[in-house]
């Protein structure tokens, strides 16, 4: 299963790539963000460029070990970096482990439901002189998983989570925390967050 953590920031000024130039049609690495065009007497200014995020995904495993009772453990890795141009670009870093449990509700034929409580941790740093930054992720969701029996595949199953989420986010000069819905909210997270599972 895999749980996509929110997205990390790097330094504009070396953490990415520079885009093309502009009118060039291609797609680059950073975007490219333009003010408002000025008035003739006063300079334009130069285009800045914005680092994509870094998405900070979690693989990780299930076991059960009752009828009723699993146990979720994973980690969160992410590695990158490069250069452009003979400029070295920020080497950026994170890591983090997961952990929770289901608890099965009911199950219907091919259907299974069932409440899982995980805790999430992920420590990430943009650079060797950039800030660390934690994040802390308090999860209750309710996950509706169905299995491929009816095909002849029962140890393969695809779930959807949608619950309850708090976070907490801490660098050095700012704290954010947040509270609200997570898992499949929306049309687009029908996809992104769906998980896909084989059981041995």
């Known amino acids: 299963m895999t749980t996509t953590l929110p997205v990390f920031a790097r330094r504009a000024a070396t953490g ?5 130039s502009l009118g060039s049609g291609a797609a680059g690495v950073g975007s490219t963000v333009t003010a408002p065009v000025p008035p003739a ?8 460029t914005v680092c994509p995020d870094v998405a900070v995904s979690m693989l990780g495993g ?5 009828r009723n009772l699993a146990l979720n453990a ?3 890795l992410v590695l990158g970096g490069g250069s452009q141009d003979n400029r070295l670009l920020d080497t950026y870093f994170g890591l983090g482990p997961t952990v929770g449990l289901s608890v099965l509700l009911g199950n ?3 259907l299974a439901v069932a409440a899982s409580p995980a805790v999430s ?6 650079a060797g002189a950039a800030a660390s930054t934690y994040l802390f ?9 169905l299995h491929f029996g009816f ?20 660098s050095t000069q700012v704290t954010l925390w947040a509270a609200g819905v997570s898992g499949a909210t929306t049309v687009r997270g029908l996809v992104n967050d769906l998980s896909l599972r084989y059981y041995f």
Do not use: M, Q
């Open 16 to 20: 990415c790539a520079e885009p093309p």
């Open 41 to 48: 007497s006063s300079a334009a200014p130069a285009p800045a």
């Open 62 to 66: 299930r076991h059960w070990f009752t």
């Open 74 to 76: 994973g980690a969160a």
């Open 108 to 110: 219907w034929r091919h």
């Open 121 to 126: 941790f992920v420590w990430f740093k943009a």
């Open 137 to 145: 992720d308090l999860r209750a969701e309710l996950e509706a998983e």
């Open 151 to 170: 095909i002849g595949l029962p140890a393969l199953s695809v779930g959807l989570r949608s619950g309850v989420l708090l976070r907490l986010e801490k």
